[in-house]
């Protein structure tokens, strides 16, 4: 079996796992850059792929390496306490470091590497390898009748995001939005209730720090750094 050939790489602004969506699709404010590696720079590679408005990307858990996969492991939905088989979740800790996401095909631009696919909704931290990239095909792939388990049970969960304007004055006006709307996820582990607790995430260059309680989540710093 030839081995796996890394065709991209996405550049997105999470430079950190942190505050990383937990599925791809669900915040489309978060915009990102898929760079092709050579030889698959050559743009015949991704001839006629503006004539899908979303794709699959099949990519590389990257940052996973010293982690053995179980049999088992303890969903955050779960409130880290009931085990569930490894296939039977999301889990990046696998047999095999494989993900998979769907994207919004936004456009193709030209860069001074070639071809440049512009995506929404990308769960990936930037500089993930991946290896393969294919059509999303809504008559095959999309299931609306499917069951989800688990994951239903805080589908429509939102926190109220309070931010002072004095604070958000200094992050980007073309990120805020993006940004509100990874807040309102709620980025903390699902079993993290901790009201006095500070967590802090990179996102877009810059350092998050926030509290979060009994629904309301309050930003008490944002402060231009690199991780």
Known sequence: MSELQIVA?????????????????????LESRIEFEKPFQNPDYIRGIEE??????IWCFSENEGHAASATVRPPRLGGNRRVGVFATRSPFRPNPIGLSSVRLLRVEDS????????????????????DIKPYLPFSDSHPEARFSFAREHLEDALSVHIDPRIASVFPVEKYAALLEILRQDPRPSYQEDPDRIYGFFFAGFEIRFTASEGKLTVVSIEKKDP
């Open 9 to 29: 790489r996405i550049r997105t602004d999470f430079p950190t796992k942190f505050a990383i969506p937990r599925q791809s699709g669900i915040l489309d404010e």
């Open 52 to 57: 899908f408005s979303h794709l699959w990307l």
């Open 112 to 131: 001074s590497k070639g071809k440049v696919l512009v995506v929404t909704g990308a769960d990936l931290m930037d500089g993930t390898p991946i290896y």
